[in-house]
């Protein structure tokens, strides 16, 4: 049996029953792939669904302001990905038909416009994500191999007179079922007989360790009349509303700002992809005019540090409800 003959007919025997399967609608099949560009599939299914409901098309994603995209979109993280579908769909009516048109969309780079084109299209042209990548590099025993090397030997692979869509998907779901980053099951891959890697996995290809520095911060919760201190946020967290954030030495001033003497409440750890965060959280009664934070899209960063805080003022006597929390989707 040839290679490509062997993982097709293991597909479709293993395949997840995943909610986009099969999905040709280049709109439904775009918010997918942008949700797991950063989302691992089961945390991407509730929000999948969510978003949907909200903006079935990319008209109706279109005419909705960004603040609510984005609200929809909390708890998911990394909103300069619904920041950029939503610039997408003030750029065109409907998605180009071809890989080359869509890689010129907002956001979307050579792998997520590979995946529109191929699934719903039916393009002949290989999508390379990560997992595409570890399958391709034990494959061809590659330890640090480029893009365009990836990129060739994915298109070198494309099986004639099969969907390429469906042969992109059947890679894909190799790397996240079978050929995993840490002990893959080699025994039960249909690609083993083909591996030139096989036994040596731990080599291709080469780990890119690197560890992820610590910035410590600290947040100001504020409760004023009708609820906290929320401001839009700059930055990473762009668009998204939460309590002020900034470097720990900069406490005194900003209290001294908002004529406030905040004690210390909390800590909170929050990981994003290339750092992590170490949030000191303090708080105190304000004089100004708060708002309810259920209303606004927040970073989970920002749901933390609410969560944390809220319950804390609430025990001291400073806010009016004993188990105040923001609500929303709970992925993790």
């Excluded at 071809?98 to 084109?117: Q, S």
């Amino acid at each position: 049996m040839r290679l490509q003959e062997a993982l097709l007919a293991w597909y479709r025997k293993n395949a997840r029953p995943l909610p986009w399967r099969g999905e040709k609608d280049p709109y439904r099949i775009l918010v997918s792939e942008v949700l797991l560009q950063q989302t691992r599939v089961a945390q991407a299914i509730p929000y999948y669904r969510r978003f949907l409901a909200r903006f079935p098309t990319l008209e109706a994603l279109r005419d909705a302001p960004l603040e609510e995209v984005l609200k929809v979109w909390q708890g998911a993280g990394y909103y300069r990905r619904a920041e950029n579908l939503h610039r997408l769909a003030q750029a065109v009516e409907r998605l180009p038909r071809c890989f080359a048109e869509l890689k010129r969309l907002p956001g979307l780079g050579p792998y997520t416009a590979a995946a529109v084109a191929s699934m719903a299209f039916g393009e002949r042209v290989a999508a390379v994500d990560g997992n595409v990548r570890r399958v391709l590099a034990r494959l061809f025993a590659r330890e640090n191999p480029s893009p365009k090397e990836l990129f060739a030997l994915a298109e070198g692979l494309l099986p004639e007179g099969e969907d390429p869509g469906v042969w992109n998907q059947a890679l894909m779901e190799l790397g996240a079922t079978v050929c995993l980053p840490r002990k893959p099951l080699c025994p039960a891959c249909p690609l083993k007989a083909f591996c030139q890697g096989q036994g040596n996995w731990e080599r291709y290809p080469r780990p890119r360790r690197r560890e992820a520095p610590e910035e410590r911060l600290a947040a100001l919760v504020l409760w004023g009349a009708g609820g906290v201190y929320l401001e839009r946020l700059s930055g990473r967290f762009r668009g998204l509303y939460g309590v002020p954030l900034f470097p720990e030495e900069e406490l005194a001033d900003r209290a001294k700002a908002f004529g406030v003497a905040p004690r210390y409440l909390a800590e909170v750890l929050h990981a994003l992809t290339h750092r992590r965060l170490r949030v000191k959280v303090y708080g105190a009664p304000w004089e100004g005019v708060g708002e309810d934070p259920k209303g606004k899209p927040l970073p989970k960063l920002m749901e933390k540090v609410l969560g944390k805080a809220l319950p804390l003022l609430a025990h001291a006597g400073v806010v009016p409800f004993p188990h105040a929390k923001p609500h929303g989707v709970e992925p993790r």
